[in-house]
């Protein structure tokens, strides 16, 4: 039922956080549904009980709305975008054309960073859960109790179904003297004022890269650190080494194979010590920011006593439906430690009410799930990397563009990236595309419904594109896989 057909239902705000109209009165104690965490994931299961008309209840016990609004994808994006336009001012792409950079009042910045975060929160969560009347939503930490049983701050509830949506937060390895330092995570550092001199980022995959290119463009000195090694280490090489290079270009020291042996902050400067290869190598910085991956929120949940298996790194085992090995009880999002992207959990926690409350079987189609890194240039990707698919067995063909070979990155005098497309040579079906550009991002969606949809090749390349977009890059690298492209006129044709 579309949203806009609900009841309204009334709220009493407590703090930040609205509470059902009964709020701590709400008298019901049993429920069809209840669903632990209140971020994209949870929201999307809650909703998608609701909309089959069940009674849920969803239990928040911090934010609403989880990391994407409030501490992942909205500040990240938004402080991205702002000091790309302050990068951009003073550039010299186009001949002419004069731009002057002005200075970076950053306090100004976070300041309304945070009104779009608030406004954000506001409008896609409190608001959307007003609209939703069947959804009774509790402020307060939950933990399973049994089988179908589930305490909320000391108050128990039955619910016939059970949705897990903790996700995950920042994890740091077990480096000696970390512990004893008070360092930054993607959290803190989203929040860090005044803007640092210098910077050590450990991490090198998505969060570290945009983070770092993020300060090295507000005028910190950046050094990124990576253990393995190429940064972006599980994109295609080709792209981690093209981005590799433009991230130097634009000033920061990158450092890979780097094994860090300790840190330590002797005298208000952060050391970080290790070795590449034989070398000892110490970098030195006025703030430390750790991204070197996340890790499930499972901790205190009651559920290995619940019979929920749990993982290597704390994630919850759950099968292609999503059940875990408890059968009232499903798992959706960052908590079942793959695929962290905030549309994943809410098509997780979509799939995971519908399984759960219908006895629907849809299973988890992560085939053709895109990847993206916001860096500039983008990295986006679907599908099969080229060694992937060698290792299971495809019959591999490529297709590799340089973006300067793209009429809309010729005239937006932006030649940087590339596109790599991976083919199935006796099917001509595509199985994965690698892109690095500027705007990666909205350019891979055309490889993801060829992906998802057995598209091949062929079709690609017969089907028109848009002259002087982007995404004609794709049918150019589809057209590159047979043609040499010097041999062709305008407009892909
Ligand atoms: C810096 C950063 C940038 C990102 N950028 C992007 C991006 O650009 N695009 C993208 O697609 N993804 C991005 N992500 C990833 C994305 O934010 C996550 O994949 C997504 O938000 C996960 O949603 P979730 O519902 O699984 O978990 P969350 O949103 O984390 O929600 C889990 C909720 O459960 C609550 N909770 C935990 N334990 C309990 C308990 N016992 N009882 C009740 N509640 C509990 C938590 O308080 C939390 O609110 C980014 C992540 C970070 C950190």
């Not at 509830?157 to 512990?179: E, R």
Request: proline fraction near 5%; hydrophobic fraction near 40%.
């Amino acid at each position: 039922m579309p949203s806009g057909q609900h009841k309204r239902r009334r709220f009493t705000i407590i703090g930040e956080h609205p509470v059902s109209e009964f709020g701590k009165l709400e008298l019901k104690d049993r429920f069809d549904l209840m669903v632990i965490g209140g971020g994209s994931a949870g929201f999307a299961a809650a909703i998608r009980g609701a909309e089959l008309g069940f009674s849920v209840a969803l239990v928040e016990a911090d934010t609403i709305g989880g990391t994407c609004v409030n501490i992942g994808c909205i500040p990240s994006k938004t402080l991205i975008r702002a000091v790309e336009a302050h990068h951009q001012a003073g550039g010299k792409r186009f001949r002419g054309i004069e731009t002057l950079q002005g200075r970076i009042d950053w306090p100004q910045v976070l300041a309304h960073k945070d009104e779009l975060v608030l406004e954000l929160r506001q409008t896609k969560y409190t608001d959307v859960l007003a609209a939703y009347p069947d959804i009774a939503y509790f402020r307060g930490r939950a933990r399973l109790t049994g089988n179908n049983r589930v305490d909320v701050d000391g108050r128990g509830y039955t619910a016939s179904k059970i949705i897990i949506a903790t996700g995950a937060k920042p994890w740091a390895p077990p480096i000696p003297g970390l512990d004893e330092v008070p360092y930054l995570d993607s959290t803190s550092a989203l929040d860090l004022q005044p803007l640092p001199t210098s910077m050590i980022v450990l991490g090198a995959n998505a969060v570290g890269l945009e983070l770092a290119q993020l300060y090295a463009r507000a005028g910190t000195k950046v050094t990124l650190i990576e253990v393995l090694p190429s940064i972006a280490p599980f994109e295609d090489p080709a792209i981690s080494a093209a981005l590799r290079g433009y991230l130097e270009g634009e000033g920061l020291h990158v450092v890979t194979r780097f094994m860090t042996r300790v840190v330590a902050k002797p005298n208000g400067h952060y050391l970080v010590t290790g070795s590449s290869g034989d070398a000892e190598r110490t970098f030195e910085a006025e703030q430390l920011l750790v991204a070197t991956g996340r890790r499930a929120n499972t901790a205190g949940l009651g559920l290995e006593e619940a019979g929920v298996g749990l993982g290597e790194r704390g994630e919850i085992l759950v099968d292609d439906r999503l059940q875990t090995h408890n059968p009232f009880v499903y798992a959706a999002g960052d908590v079942i430690g793959k695929d962290m992207f905030v549309y994943v959990a809410a098509y997780g926690g979509m799939l995971a009410a519908e399984n759960a409350l219908t006895g629907a079987a849809r299973t988890y189609d992560a085939s053709y799930i895109p990847r993206l890194t916001f860096t500039d240039p983008q990295i986006a990707s679907a599908g099969l990397t080229e060694d992937r698919a060698r290792q299971l067995g495809y019959d591999v063909k490529v297709s590799t563009l340089p973006m300067g070979q793209v009429p809309h990155a010729q005239a937006g005098r932006d030649p940087r990236g590339l596109i790599k497309l991976v083919a199935d040579a006796a099917t001509d079906r595509l199985l994965g595309a690698h892109i690095l550009a500027s705007n990666a991002g909205e350019m891979i969606q055309t490889a993801v419904l060829a992906i998802r949809f057995g598209i091949t090749v062929g079709e690609l390349r017969e089907t028109m594109f848009p002259y002087l977009t982007s995404s004609e890059g794709l049918k150019l690298a589809a057209i590159a896989f047979e043609k040499d492209l010097a041999m062709l006129s305008c407009c892909a044709g």
